[in-house]
């Protein structure tokens, strides 16, 4: 699954042009895992693109790098304007936005400090269904990975850190392998945890339950979104341990993250989940999901941020028009 390469990436403080936004192959992060990223979804809406939930997935990035003791040396505010600004400055009306900081070259130790300092950078690029086409609609076969996830004991698992991905590499590249769309890990006691980007939910006698934060799960945006959906619509919904078995009793299941939105499962190791296609509660709350960008559902959360035309940053303040070249086709 590739990208089309957008105009401009923002490096360190710069607009790059795509090709230029490099860095050294000594970089302490290629060798060490020591990166943290986000992906964050910009809508196209009936009054312009919006970044979806942009303040929480920067600081979620700010979390991450915390838990790894690595300062990033812009501020919260700065990222967070530079992500509308990528989707404008490359004329998108909708995108999957990558905010990341990494550690750059200067030495090997593990233990860095201004040797190897943090960069920071974000690209955006126009993705689609990222498990598959007809996904969010029809539903994906999923199978329960022989991979676990990794223990809080050995990693602080809520950080979105990049040596972490090995971990969900493996989970994804098995189940491909073998023909699912995605893998479903257990945490290290065997409950339910995650898929290898993306949080679980399970329907279960009009009751809906996902595993808590302790089970080894990222603390997704998009789940803390459906756990808020749920409740406005009153519908009755519960973090708890789940045991495996819960993926064969289940009446609906469904999985959700940035890049996967709500899709939902329609069956677990060649087993049908209900009756094998999308039900009712997750197609609810897909409605509600999607309505907060077609306007059907009000954002009475504040979490759709504009993206201002990109005519605007021309006279914005921290932009150097030096090393901001012309787009042809900007969006207005
Ligand atoms: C391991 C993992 N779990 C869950 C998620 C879903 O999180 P979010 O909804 O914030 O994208 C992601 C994606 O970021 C992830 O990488």
């Not at 309505?291 to 150097?320: C, I, K, Q, Y």
Request: glycine fraction near 10%; charge should be negative.
């Amino acid at each position: 699954m590739g990208y089309t390469p957008t105009a401009l990436i923002w490096k360190n403080g710069e607009w790059l042009d795509w090709r230029n936004a490099t860095v050294h192959v000594l970089s302490h992060a290629l060798h060490y895992g020591s990166s943290v990223f986000e992906g964050v979804r910009a809508y196209d809406t009936p009054h312009g693109p919006v970044v979806f939930r942009n303040a929480d997935h920067i600081d979620r990035m700010y979390d991450s790098a915390r838990m790894y003791g690595m300062d990033i040396p812009f501020a919260k505010d700065d990222i967070c304007r530079i992500c509308r600004e990528v989707v404008s400055r490359n004329g998108l009306r909708s995108a999957y936005i990558r905010p990341f900081a990494y550690r750059v070259e200067g030495t090997f130790s593990l233990t860095p400090g201004a040797d190897a300092p943090v960069e920071v950078s974000v690209a955006a690029i126009e993705w689609g269904e990222y498990l598959g086409s007809g996904a969010i609609n029809d539903g994906i076969d999923v199978c329960l990975s022989s991979w676990r996830r990794l223990p809080g004991s050995a990693a602080p698992v809520l950080s979105k850190a990049g040596g972490h991905y090995l971990n969900a590499q493996l989970i994804a590249g098995e189940a491909q392998r073998n023909g699912y769309a995605e893998g479903i890990a257990l945490d290290p006691l065997g409950n339910l945890s995650e898929g290898s980007s993306e949080n679980i939910f399970v329907v279960h006698r009009g009751r809906i339950y996902t595993p808590p934060l302790s089970c080894s799960v990222l603390g997704g945006i998009t789940r803390d979104t459906v756990i808020e959906l749920a409740r406005d619509s009153s519908l009755d919904i519960k973090e708890q341990p789940l045991p495996r078995e819960m993926l064969h009793v289940a009446d609906e299941i469904f999985l959700t993250g940035t890049a996967a939105e709500i899709t939902p499962v329609r069956s677990v190791d060649r087993i049908p989940v209900g009756q094998g296609r999308p039900g009712e509660v997750t197609r609810h709350l897909q409605a509600k999901f999607f309505g907060l960008f077609s306007g059907e559902t009000s954002d009475r959360w504040a979490w759709l941020d504009p993206v201002m035309p990109t005519t605007e940053h021309e006279t914005a303040p921290n932009v150097d028009a030096a090393t901001t070249p012309a787009l042809a086709g900007e969006a207005g």
